[in-house]
């Protein structure tokens, strides 16, 4: 099974700042590469798919890069609704593992 | 609009068995392969699941086969999860979720809660 491995686990940030949060495949993965945002109680939300494709209606602060085995999830500037968690994972393969996830909170 | 609605959760013994569904509208349910990934409490997200537009090809976590059958009825426009055996790691929100052209998950419902304790 192809391991998914995000960092940081937690993240402290302020309205306005620029997030990156990193994830890395255990194999190469190609493009294969989605991210999610879910909020306590709540379904978890496609944000971006295939590494760097925006879902329809995600604002343009939301944007992916990267191919093969790293990948990055880039929040332009913080907005009050952006505190959550979020989950990368790979669609390569089956199992389509997901990451540990990275909690954004509040500074 | 795409809608996806669980049902069947509830509180269950070790070693008993639950029906979940997975009820969808507003697209064309047999042209989609579908999933069920859960979420223990305070966890994150689990892989467990996956069965094909016609229903001829499933996968399964470790976590869950032979326990578990994924299942789907085209013409009544549901998915099923039969949950054999049960255990109390298997503790968690249950969702379903459609995979899109590029494998991605694209809607999700918002999950059913299944508790297994004595």
């Known amino acids: 099974d192809i391991q998914m491995t995000q960092s940081p686990s937690s993240l402290s940030a302020s309205v306005g700042d620029r997030v990156t949060i990193t994830c890395r495949a255990s194999q190469s993965i190609s493009s294969y590469l989605n991210w999610y945002q879910q909020t306590p109680g709540k379904a978890p939300k496609l944000l971006i798919y295939a590494a760097s494709s925006l879902q329809s209606g995600v604002p343009s602060r939301f944007s992916g890069s990267g191919s093969g085995t790293d990948f990055t999830l880039t929040i332009s500037s913080l907005q009050p609704e952006d505190f959550a968690t979020y989950y990368c994972q790979q669609s390569d393969s089956i199992p389509n593992t997901f990451g540990q996830g990275t909690k954004l909170e509040i500074k | 609009e795409v809608q996806l609605v669980e049902s069947g959760g509830g509180l269950v013994q070790p070693g008993g068995s639950l029906r979940l569904s997975c009820a969808v509208s507003g697209f064309t349910f047999s042209n989609y392969e579908m999933n069920w990934v859960r979420q223990a409490p305070g966890k994150g997200l689990e892989w467990i699941s996956y069965i094909s537009g016609t229903g001829n090809t499933v996968h399964y976590a470790d976590s869950v086969r032979g326990r578990f059958t994924i299942s789907r009825d085209n013409a009544r426009n549901s998915l099923y999860l039969q949950m054999n055996s049960l255990r109390v790691e298997d503790t968690a929100v249950y969702y379903c979720?459609?995979?899109?052209?590029?494998?991605?998950?694209?809607?999700w419902g918002r999950g059913t809660l299944v508790t297994v304790s004595s």
């Open positions: 979720a459609r995979r899109g052209t590029y494998r991605h998950y694209d809607y």
